[in-house]
């Protein structure tokens, strides 16, 4: 069994080590030393000079294990949101938040921190174990930065399990969309506004009736489309010649992911063709989707360490991204559990102490079973 009070510390140790996205160095070096005085065989990257995302790394470690199978990737994320530096945690109450002023950090601090106790506790005690290995990513929240600049060849894992995201313990994520992003340009023609507006061709006024055209937001069950930047920037006596427009699509299903992005872009066109305005779109893949069976051997093997620590598990469609969409395009099978954490990327951030140690002990069990 873990051991209750030192996982808590372990937690709120991590949590007033600074590591916002792009200036996670310090965690980086805090879990590499860490896990090596554990006796695992670890590695680091160049996933932060890769991205241009400061000077941080991903850490790995990989530890063989006594009892015979392939072995399993636990992950979790050290960055965490803004405002992240000189985090005060409170613990009250069975209650773990921040001063107000700034976030936790259990997103995603509680996970790595359940994974770390969860080890320290099987090698002291000496129980038998599977083969396991463990990655601690960089700028999740600014992009899924670490995973898309991973070492995938040093993985020997072909499952994961990604502890990130909120909810019941026993929750199990077996499906997430993929998401292509969309950016489009039109192209109208200047001229003076008041002078001679007509030889004109307002690039607003063609990209607003393309957006107008389009189906976004909630699409059906598993598609959503969003518009994030609408840009232009002109003086008023212009007549504008160009937009910008930035967006997303996300869907659990490759065919309807495809088809809204085609509808976007035919919106567009059509626009910029019955007003003599030009587009340049471009559309290309930001991460994978994901799909595990509910009766893949891997999810009742969760399942089944849930049972253990007494949770009901419940598997669920996600509608966000996370590293484990990255890791499906590199051929890891990943699910997505939850470590209890609660109003994450907000100063009202808040983890359970129960919720705490029950992710460390379904580790425990998951590793130890």
């Not at 109003?343 to 425990?364: A, P």
Request: aromatic share 6%.
């Amino acid at each position: 069994m873990i051991n209750k009070a030192r996982v808590l510390e372990t937690f709120l140790d991590y949590v007033r080590t600074d590591s916002v996205s792009g200036h996670e160095k310090a965690m980086g070096e805090k879990l590499l030393a860490e896990l090596q005085a554990l006796g695992l065989e670890v590695h680091k990257d160049e996933a932060g000079k890769k991205s241009g995302s400061g000077d941080g790394f991903n850490v790995y470690g990989r530890l063989k294990g006594t009892i015979p199978g392939k072995p399993i990737l636990l992950s979790a994320h050290m960055d965490t949101m803004p405002p992240g530096n000189g985090i005060k945690p409170i613990v009250k109450d069975g209650l773990i938040t921040s001063d107000g002023s700034t976030v936790l950090g259990g997103d995603d601090k509680s996970g790595i921190a359940a994974i770390v106790e969860a080890i320290r506790s099987i090698l002291e005690q000496g129980v038998p174990h599977h083969s396991f290995e463990v990655v601690f990513s960089i700028g999740e929240e600014t992009g899924m930065k670490g995973a898309k600049n991973m070492d995938y060849d040093w993985f020997q894992s072909s499952q994961a399990i990604i502890f990130d995201t909120g909810g019941p313990q026993g929750k199990i994520v077996t499906e997430g969309p993929g998401q292509l992003k969309i950016k489009a340009t039109v192209h109208g023609r200047k001229s003076h506004a008041g002078l001679a507006p007509e030889k004109g061709i307002s690039a607003i006024q063609v990209a607003a009736k393309g957006v107008a055209a389009m189906n976004l937001l909630r699409i059906d069950e598993e598609t959503t489309c969003n518009l994030g930047t609408f840009t232009c920037d002109v003086p008023t006596n212009v007549v504008p010649d160009r937009v910008d427009i930035f967006g997303e699509i996300r869907s659990r299903n490759k065919e309807k992911l495809e088809a809204q992005a085609r509808h976007m872009k035919e919106c567009l066109q059509k626009a910029c063709d019955e007003a003599g305005a030009t587009l340049d779109c471009e559309i290309f893949p930001n991460y994978a989707a994901f799909k595990v069976s509910n009766e893949d051997p891997f999810v009742r093997r969760i399942a089944a360490a849930y049972d253990a620590i007494g949770a009901r598990a419940e598997t669920v469609k996600g509608g966000g991204g996370s590293d484990a969409n990255v890791m499906a395009l590199h051929g890891i099978t990943p699910v997505i559990v939850s470590t209890g954490m609660a109003k994450v990327h907000t100063t009202e951030e808040e983890l359970k102490v129960r919720d705490l140690e029950d992710t460390s002990e379904f580790v425990y069990f998951l590793l130890t079973k």
